[in-house]
Every structure is written in structure tokens, then in C-alpha cells.
């Protein structure tokens, strides 16, 4: 997301409760208005951009989870990210993004996600100012209880 600096004259106590949140008074402000940003609708697909490296973030799609090696790791702001295993690389993620815009079978929605996953990737591909790099990412999960049945 793009970014500018501002200069903001704030009373003590509202700087002490900021730097509670986060020694980074920015990243405070930030994570406060986080879920006032998450209400306002977000392109289908966009980077998120901190410093140098952005990550791309999609509003989440059944039919994009559901494809052979990509998983979801969804976001506070409704939105996610895309993780994918080590088979899937990211020309093969363009060309399965161009192959599921060219069948008829998408939602709308998907479509728009798709659609602009793809664009971002061929523009990022195409530019002689930004690489492509394929980074690892650690998911957490938890893991689904069992129930213990007792036999009498």
C-alpha cells in the first residue's frame, strides 16, 4: 500500500497509550486502525508494501483455496495471503491463474481475484525495477480435536 509521512502533534497520555501497543508509535497507529481500514472494500487483489518488499493480499476465494497446492492464510482485515507449497512455483501460479480465467467457470468474484492476481504478477514479471523472489512462509495450525468416546 502506498505511504507518506505525516507529522502529527499528539498529547502525552495519547503517546504513552501508542507506544503500549507498539514501541513504533507508526505500527500503533497502524494496528489501531486496522479494523476501521478492514470495513472499506479492498480490490480483489493489491501488494501490501513495507519498505522494498510487498506481498500480494486477495480478498479470499473458495475456488483460489481449492487449487492444486495454494492455501489461504487469512488476514484480521478479512483479506488473505497466498501460501503455496514447494510444487508450486510462481510462473506456475501465473500460468494456473491464465488457465482458470480462460474456462467459463468462475464467479464474477473469482474472476476479479483471479484476474488481478495475475495482472500483478505479469506487470512484476515485465518490470525492469522489481524481481520476483519466492519466500517461505510459517502457517500455524491448530489441530482438530478428537473426541474421546467412552465405550460402556
Do not use: Y
Not at 506456475?92 to 482458470?100: C, H, Q
Not at 491448530?142 to 465405550?151: A, G, L, V, Y
Amino acid at each position: 500500500m502506498p505511504s507518506r509521512p505525516v507529522t502529527l502533534t499528539l498529547p502525552d497520555r495519547v503517546i504513552d497509550a501508542l507506544g503500549a501497543v507498539d514501541r513504533d508509535l507508526s505500527r500503533a497507529v497502524v494496528r489501531l486502525a486496522q479494523p476501521e481500514v478492514g470495513k472499506r472494500p479492498h480490490p480483489p487483489a493489491e501488494l501490501a508494501t513495507f519498505g522494498r518488499r510487498s506481498v500480494i493480499v486477495v480478498n479470499p476465494s473458495r475456488t483460489l483455496d481449492q487449487q492444486p497446492g495454494i492455501a489461504l492464510v487469512h488476514l484480521p482485515d478479512g483479506r488473505a495471503l497466498i501460501s503455496f507449497d514447494q510444487s508450486t512455483t510462481i510462473a506456475g501460479l501465473e500460468l494456473m491463474m491464465d488457465d482458470a480465467l480462460e474456462a467459463d467457470d468462475l464467479s464474477t468474484e473469482d474472476r476479479a481475484v483471479f484476474g488481478a492476481i495475475a495482472a500483478i504478477l505479469r506487470t512484476a514479471r515485465r518490470s525492469e525495477s522489481t524481481t520476483l523472489a519466492q519466500r517461505n512462509i510459517i502457517v500455524v495450525e491448530t489441530r482438530r480435536r478428537t473426541r474421546n468416546r467412552r465405550m460402556a
